[in-house]
């Protein structure tokens, strides 16, 4: 079962930038047998669970919530068996608990809060 650990969190002003990082083990990072979506969410205070991003094993295709598209980049680094999300141009409603996901396993999240 993937281990999976967030970081990079933190307070922001609105238009700054954070880089979130999720270092994974416990599984094959990178398999070319099998097909997974490695993936960011996000819950903001009092609500419930949403997708941000997601990249593909395989493919490395990438897709991102209407929300975050053209601010946020979801990568990997193979060799490092991490994943990314660059958030840019942060904005109020950005505030949440980051969490990594693969499969069933998610991260223990990392906290992003986004004001002046």
């Known amino acids: 079962e993937p281990h999976l650990v967030e970081s990079g969190g933190g307070l922001v002003q609105p238009g700054g930038s954070l880089r979130l990082s999720c270092a994974t083990s416990g599984f094959i990072f990178v398999r070319l047998d099998e097909s997974y979506d490695l993936s960011w969410v996000r819950q903001a205070p009092g609500k419930g669970p949403e997708w941000v991003s997601s990249?593909?094993?395989?493919?490395?295709?990438?897709s991102y919530a209407d929300s975050v598209k053209g601010r946020f980049t979801i990568a990997r680094d193979n060799a490092k068996n991490r994943l990314y999300l660059q958030m840019n141009s942060l904005r109020s409603d950005d505030t949440a608990v980051y969490y990594c996901v693969i499969g069933a396993s998610w991260g223990q999240g990392t906290q992003v809060i986004v004001s002046s």
């Open positions: 990249i593909n094993s395989t493919s490395d295709t990438t």
